[in-house]
């Protein structure tokens, strides 16, 4: 059976291990990610981890931990806010930079935004990288319009994924 680590699961069941900062339905460990993960080395086929890392204090540790715990040809898949995503910049009531500046006391605080080149040299030790971006949208015409946007600009997450 393929053991998935999801890292930050929050409510999401998804994988076979479910670690977060706080006990939830779904949780089956509780640790700080910005610390040593609490499962041995070469553990998990695939780590997972939707809309985490730009809450972690400490990428250096959470990155390496998620390299240890992996197992050689195994798949990791980290989704997350893309710094380009336009929206962000136009309205002041999504401005993201605003969210940071005013939350970074709160449990939700975000400390990191990112574009490709952050991801590619923060997961250099992981080989295969592939980076993808989602665009979000109530419909399918605001959809079709933010995905003509230049340089991505329209979407609001960066997806990577890659293999150690």
């Keep these: 059976m ?8 929050g409510n999401d069941n998804y994988g076979t291990d479910r670690l977060d900062f706080v006990k939830t339905k779904t949780t ?16 998990f086929d695939e780590v997972y981890s939707k809309s985490v890392i730009e809450h ?5 540790i959470f990155v390496d931990e998620a390299y240890r715990v992996l197992k050689k040809g195994g798949k990791i898949y980290i989704l997350t806010d893309f710094a ?8 002041k009531k999504n401005e993201h930079n605003n969210y940071i500046k005013y939350n970074w006391n709160s449990e939700d605080a975000h400390y990191h935004l990112f574009v490709e080149s952050h991801l590619r040299l923060l997961f250099k030790k992981f080989k295969n990288i592939k980076i993808n971006y989602f ?12 995905k003509s946007l230049p340089f991505h600009l329209g979407a609001i ?8």
């Design 28 to 43: 089956t460990k509780v640790s700080d990610l910005n610390k040593k993960f609490p499962y041995k080395d070469n553990s």
């Design 84 to 91: 380009g995503y336009i929206p962000f910049f136009i309205s």
């Design 157 to 164: 997450h960066i997806i990577l994924t890659a293999e150690k």
């Design 56 to 60: 972690i204090k400490n990428l250096g």
């Design 135 to 146: 665009y979000g949208g109530g419909n399918a015409i605001k959809r079709l319009i933010l």
């Design 2 to 9: 393929k053991k998935i680590l999801n890292l930050g699961c």
